[in-house]
């Protein structure tokens, strides 16, 4: 067992740990009240931090310590509902409630029934005068205008054996400040930015292979037109001279762009490298922040009259480190939520089919880039005809539009401040503070909270967070000619809406989205810039959502998914408008990454005042140029497709071949201004092809580009050398990758 496993420590010594974290959270928010003593925030945080340890005092079997955070809770309650003005009398009473409850924490084991012996009386004056207090009856003088902190007022009681081993190994493991550690996952976030810059690079020099080609094509195009003329020997020897020199120098281009390519990817992977051991500084299994929950489970059960068992699954699922501290109080409401509310008696569950023993299971997992926690129970599940009766009992909305909610909008609510489904408060709960807490958690980190039921069978809440804070997964988009990232976790949807589909509904434009409608929102309004036309073509729209609204943002045009080290701000600039952070791009360029919420407030904002403007469409024109021809040849008839509908997506004009030969046949039939090849295909593969069309007098100066699954450096470089002018592997493939290679080699569509 290693020194640091919380596991050796008695509950007693965890309860001495929480009631040291939530009593300064308690005292500095009374401070803050004896400032503003309606300050909502601090209240709120005060409840909590209360409620908090009344559950932990609870759990332990502390009963002094659950009278007296109960009856705190209580007066911060009534202070949260006006029946009370918290004044200087009756912070000192909640400050000497702070007090007494590190006192009842510090008690060594043996001697806590003793101690709440001999100090019944001042517990019970205590709490005589908070019933006073919430009775209005409290009167001036009670207790005196100072508290000395129990420090001072009690004999000096020795650190306890946890806090001590807790420093000890902090010394002995942690060599390196959290700070430092952040500035050296930064400086590798760094590294591996700059170490992309090669990529854009060698990209450029590609745009410059072009430039080559399009001077040898001229000097074909002139000694063909010269055939029939009489020329000088000089000036023949001179033409000559000058297309071996064209030729000379794309060689020695080629040459260098393979070896230039060969460094990239070395320096890339020692960056990633370095950058993951780095991350992994930071990264912890995700039994660290779970090991208290099966005692607390079984104890709570066992409070319940209840036979539950706690399946842990996913210990060793690697978590970071800051998102692990967050996840412990809202973890602890939703396990606590479900052994209350949904888990039955064992008589009622064998009444109805099922094992006396319910089955609370906890897991957690890595999944399509992201970090999932779910808690799941096998209980009654959640009863969707009583939460929509709170929903209108509550007046949150109207009893009409409440029998129209769907199973999702109704299960949203058990997420709204003080929402509950119990008639009564216990020591348990009945606060409606837990789901808050987890919703707060999840937003603070960019994530997401879904919750699931099926009547009879269980309920199902699922975190989905990012598995580190330094890391976010975003969408780029083109905003007025600057590149802006939206985190995946805000998006509900992107798409191209077509313009017909736009329609005018009180003034304001709207398209139909999951047969609900969505009004659209010029992001250039929102971030500034002047108000962008809609494009010609169907506008790009991102479809962000909370609660209180969804809306279609419309971009100019989408960039692409990229993996952004998140650099925050400068404190000294205070909270931008509608921004979070932001991050660098590949070629060092800087990004802002958007604020979700914030956003949906500004565009509210606009709403309420009436300035928000219309998306203007633009007028149609008749593109006259002629498009570029690429010609794609694979036997996989899903590559085909996926590579014809991108580049027709950017405006090419796209064949499509089966194997070698049939691409061998389509180039000498037809004109086309690049191929895009696979290696392994029957009859001919895509070696063959490029070695013919390159020995071809009429061909060899056509653009090839080799897209294979085959990534190792023989393979490369053997396409390199039979003459493609690119080498894609199918592994690393992105949209924008092949997008913008084809771009680099014979321009965009109409140029």
């Given amino acids: 067992m290693s ?19 939530q009593s300064e959270v308690m005292t500095a928010g009374l401070l803050a009240l004896e400032r503003e003593p309606t300050a909502a925030v601090q209240l709120e945080a005060c ?26 809770e209580d007066c911060f309650v009534a202070a949260q509902e006006g029946r009370v003005v918290l004044a200087q009398n009756q912070i000192n009473q909640l400050l000497h409630g702070v007090d007494l409850l590190g006192r009842i924490a510090r008690t060594p084991d043996a001697d806590v029934t003793q101690w709440t012996e001999e100090k019944k009386p001042e517990i019970d004056a205590f709490l005589s005068k908070l019933a006073r207090l919430l009775e209005a009856k409290d ?6 205008a100072t508290v000395l902190p129990a420090s001072i007022t ?7 054996p946890l806090t001590s081993t807790a420093k000890e190994n902090a010394d002995r493991v942690l060599r390196v400040t959290a700070e430092n550690l952040n500035r050296l996952l930064g400086l590798a976030g760094e590294s591996l930015v700059e170490s992309r810059w090669l990529r854009p690079f060698s990209q450029s020099l590609l745009r410059l292979k072009r430039m080559q080609y399009e001077s040898i094509r001229t000097i074909e195009s002139l000694r063909v037109a010269l055939l029939e003329e009489k020329l000088s020997e000089q000036a023949q020897t001179a033409l000559n001279e000058a297309r071996r020199s064209a030729l000379e120098c794309k060689q020695f281009l080629s040459d260098r762009l393979i070896d230039l390519e060969m460094f990239d990817r070395r320096s890339g992977w020692l960056a990633r490298r370095l950058y993951d051991e780095a991350l992994a500084c930071r990264m912890r299994p995700f039994a660290d922040g779970v090991q208290r929950f099966p005692r607390m489970v079984r104890d709570l059960a066992s409070a319940l009259g209840k036979q539950v068992r706690l399946e842990i699954v996913g210990e060793s699922t690697q978590v970071d480190r800051d998102i692990l501290g967050k996840l412990d109080a809202p973890l602890g409401h939703l396990l606590r939520n479900a052994l209350d509310h949904g888990l039955e008696t064992p008589r009622d569950r064998v009444a109805n089919g099922k094992p006396a023993e319910g089955v609370l299971r906890l897991e957690a997992r890595h999944s399509a880039g992201v970090l999932q926690i779910i ?44 929402f509950t489904m119990k008639d009564t408060v216990t020591e348990i709960s009945g606060r409606g503070v837990g789901l808050d807490v987890v919703q707060d958690m999840v937003k603070q980190v960019r994530g997401t909270v879904r919750v699931y039921s099926e009547p009879g069978r269980g309920a199902r809440f699922q975190l989905q967070l990012p598995v580190t804070l330094s890391v976010v997964r975003a969408l780029l988009a083109d905003i007025g000619g600057q590149p802006y990232a939206f985190p995946l976790a805000c998006i509900a949807r992107t798409l191209k809406v077509p313009k017909k589909e736009i329609e005018m509904l009180e003034g304001r434009q709207y398209f139909n989205f999951g047969g609900n409608p969505v009004g659209l929102v010029t992001a250039s309004q929102l971030l500034g810039g002047e108000g962008s036309r809609l494009p010609d073509d169907d506008p790009a729209v991102i479809v962000l959502g909370n609660l209180n609204g969804t809306y279609g943002l419309v971009v100019d045009r989408f960039i692409g998914e990229r993996e952004l080290v998140v650099q925050p701000l400068d404190p000294q600039l205070g909270k931008i408008k509608d921004i979070s952070a932001g991050a660098l791009m590949e070629d060092g360029s800087p990004v802002l990454i958007i604020d979700a919420e914030d956003l949906i407030r500004s565009v509210e904002k606009l709403i309420v005042g009436g300035q928000l403007s219309k998306v203007c469409t633009g007028a149609a024109t008749a593109d006259t140029k002629p498009r570029k021809r690429v010609l794609v040849v694979d036997d996989s008839l899903t590559v085909r497709e996926l590579e014809r509908k991108l580049l027709g997506s950017r405006g090419y004009e796209v064949e499509v071949a089966v194997d070698g030969m049939d691409g061998w046949n389509a180039v000498r039939t037809g004109h086309f201004d690049l191929v895009v090849t696979d290696i392994d295909m029957p009859r001919m593969d895509g070696i063959e092809l490029v070695t013919l069309i390159k020995k071809d007098p009429n061909l060899k100066t056509l653009p090839m580009m080799v897209v294979s699954y085959k990534d190792r450096e023989e393979d490369r470089r053997r ?5 493609a002018d690119y080498y894609l592997t199918k592994g690393s493939f992105h949209d924008e990758t092949l997008l913008q290679a084809v771009v680099d080699l014979i321009g965009e569509a109409n140029e």
């Fill in 139 to 144: 009167e001036p003088g009670d207790l005196p």
């Fill in 719 to 723: 396409g390199l050398e039979a003459g």
């Fill in 3 to 21: 020194d640091d496993d919380l596991s050796q420590f008695s509950m007693l010594d965890l309860f001495r740990l929480e009631t040291e974290s």
């Fill in 154 to 160: 009690e004999d000096p009681v020795e650190i306890s």
């Fill in 375 to 418: 808690i799941a129970d096998d209980g009654c599940g959640i009863p969707l005809e009583k939460v929509r009766q709170a929903v209108i009992a509550r007046h949150l909305t109207s009893s009409e539009a409440a029998w129209n909610l769907s199973e999702a909008e109704l299960l949203e609510f058990l997420f709204l401040p003080g």
């Fill in 47 to 72: 409840m909590r931090a209360a409620h908090s340890l009344k559950g932990a005092a609870q759990i332990v079997g502390l009963t002094v310590g659950v009278t007296v955070s109960h009856a705190m």
